[in-house]
Nanobody, 127 residues
Framework: QVQLLESGGRWVQPGDSLRLSCAASGGAFSTYTLAWFRQPPGKDREFVAAVKRGNTGTSYKNSVRGRFTISRDNAKSTMYLQMNSLEPDDTAVFYC????????????????????WGQGTQVTVSS
């Protein structure tokens, strides 16, 4: 059983940078496919970014590609999301998810493939 804990969310101004962390415990972290999802106010949860097991590939939502970078440190059992040039539309609760499956690229954006979820961390971008 994997437990995930997000941290790093806070209020920032447009154009600022922020790094989110997702610390895992209780599982074989290096074997999991990991992802960040977010839920903007009044909207459904949406895919943001994912990193395959073994760091063999990443995937991003089109609107964050080039601004956000997902990474993982298997030695620390931690995943990160570096977010640059933040925009008001990035305001959301950000969740990390983990899948014990070695997901193929076409499945990375589907939240139904992730068995484990954190509680979320709030990111607010406004002036």
């Amino acid at each position: 059983q994997v437990q995930l804990l997000e941290s790093g969310g806070r209020w920032v101004q447009p154009g600022d940078s922020l790094r989110l962390s997702c610390a895992a415990s209780g599982g074989a972290f290096s074997t999991y496919t990991l992802a960040w999802f977010r839920q903007p106010p009044g909207k459904d949860r949406e895919f943001v970014a994912a990193v395959k097991r073994g760091n063999t590939g990443t995937s991003y939502k089109n609107s964050v590609r080039g601004r956000f970078t997902i990474s993982r440190d298997n030695a620390k059992s931690t995943m990160y999301l570096q977010m640059n040039s933040l925009e008001p539309d990035d305001t959301a609760v950000f969740y990390c998810g983990a899948s014990s499956r070695g997901l193929i690229s076409s499945c990375l954006a589907g939240d139904e493939w992730y068995e484990y979820w954190g509680q979320g961390t709030q990111v607010t971008v406004s002036s």
